[in-house]
C-alpha cells in the first residue's frame, strides 16, 4: 500500500444514516462481530431507529463522537469511526470500522490518527480503550504502531490503552530526526 487516498472525518446527517445502516448489514464487513451476533455479524438498523440513534450519539462531543471516513477524492464513505465515555471504567472506548471492500488501502491508519486528534487535541481526554480478539492482528498492530499498550488478555479479548501523555509524548517523538 503505497500513498493512499486521503480520508476525512465526515460528521454525518440523520438522513446520511443509510450508510450506517447498509455497514452494518454487510456480511463481508461485519464478520468480525460474529460472535456476538451470529450467525455474520450483522446488526439490523432499521429507519426507526435511526433518529434516537443520532441524538445520542451525533454532536455529543466530548461525551461521545461518530463520524464517516470519507475518501476526499469522491466524497464516499469507507468507514467509521467513534469513541463514548464508559464511566464504569472512567475511559473513553473507541472503534473504527473499514468497509470490507476498502480495507488494505491504508484508510484505517489515517482514520485511527484522525479520531486520535480529535479525542486528544480537540476533546482533550485523557485516555482512549479498544478491545477486540487477540487473533486480529491487523488491528493489533494498526493500534500498536499508534501507540496504544497492551493492558490485559481475557478469554482471548485483548484490550488496549492509550493515554492522551502517550499520544502527545509520540507526537513529539515522531517529529524527532
Known amino acids: 500500500m503505497n500513498n493512499p487516498e486521503a480520508v476525512q472525518l465526515y460528521i454525518p446527517t440523520l438522513e446520511e444514516l443509510d450508510f450506517y445502516q447498509s455497514r452494518l448489514f454487510d456480511p463481508d464487513t ?76 491504508g484508510y484505517a491508519k489515517q482514520g485511527l490518527r484522525l479520531l486520535l486528534q480529535r479525542a486528544f487535541e480537540v476533546n482533550h481526554l485523557s485516555l482512549l480503550h479498544n478491545h477486540f480478539e487477540r487473533g486480529r492482528q491487523a488491528a493489533y498492530h494498526l493500534h500498536t504502531l499508534n501507540g496504544f499498550k497492551e493492558g490485559h488478555e481475557e478469554d482471548g479479548i485483548v484490550h488496549l490503552y492509550l493515554t492522551k501523555e502517550d499520544y502527545f509524548n509520540g507526537l513529539s517523538d515522531q517529529s524527532v530526526v
Open 30 to 105: 461485519m464478520s468480525y462481530n460474529a460472535p456476538w451476533f451470529p450467525p455474520n455479524g450483522c446488526i439490523p438498523f432499521p429507519k426507526e431507529k435511526w433518529a434516537p440513534w443520532y441524538e445520542r450519539w451525533v454532536n455529543q462531543e466530548p461525551e461521545r463522537f461518530y463520524a464517516y471516513l470519507q475518501r476526499s477524492r469522491d466524497k464516499a464513505f469507507v468507514g467509521d469511526v467513534n469513541f463514548h465515555y464508559n464511566p464504569e471504567d472512567n475511559w473513553w472506548d473507541m472503534g473504527i470500522v473499514i468497509l470490507a471492500e476498502e480495507r488494505g488501502k
